[in-house]
């Protein structure tokens, strides 16, 4: 089954940095575009960042174009998200999500806080 583990998260202060990263199996990882989520408290899921297969191409949503870097390793069936320059406004609950077969498929989320 299509298990998707996210890790990374924690607390930092404004201006700080945290790698996520987003270990998946049940699926050959390398076929699939991977995105990344975040949802904050009282706010709709929204999509941060997206990779292609062979992590040729991305894309990022407007608020963290130039701060965050997604990449991949189809080796490790890992993806990641470089968080830099955090503000806190990007506090959310992170999440990877993969749309197989008609299903979208989610981790656990990560908890990342950006606070002083």
């Known amino acids: 089954q299509v298990q998707l583990v996210e890790s990374g998260g924690g607390l930092v202060q404004p201006g700080g940095s945290l790698r996520l990263s987003c270990v998946a199996s049940?699926?050959?990882?390398?076929?699939?575009?991977m995105k990344w989520y975040r949802q904050a408290p009282g706010k709709e899921r929204e999509l941060v960042a997206s990779?292609?297969?062979?992590?040729?191409?991305?894309k990022y949503a407007d608020s963290v174009k130039g701060r965050f870097t997604v990449s991949r390793d189809n080796a490790k069936n890992t993806v990641y998200l470089q968080m830099n320059s955090l503000k806190p406004e990007d506090t959310a609950v992170y999440f990877c999500n993969v749309f197989r077969n008609g299903i979208y498929y989610w981790g656990q989320g990560t908890q990342v806080t950006i606070s002083s």
């Open positions: 049940g699926f050959i990882f390398s076929n699939y575009v």
């Open positions: 990779i292609t297969t062979t992590g040729g191409a991305t």
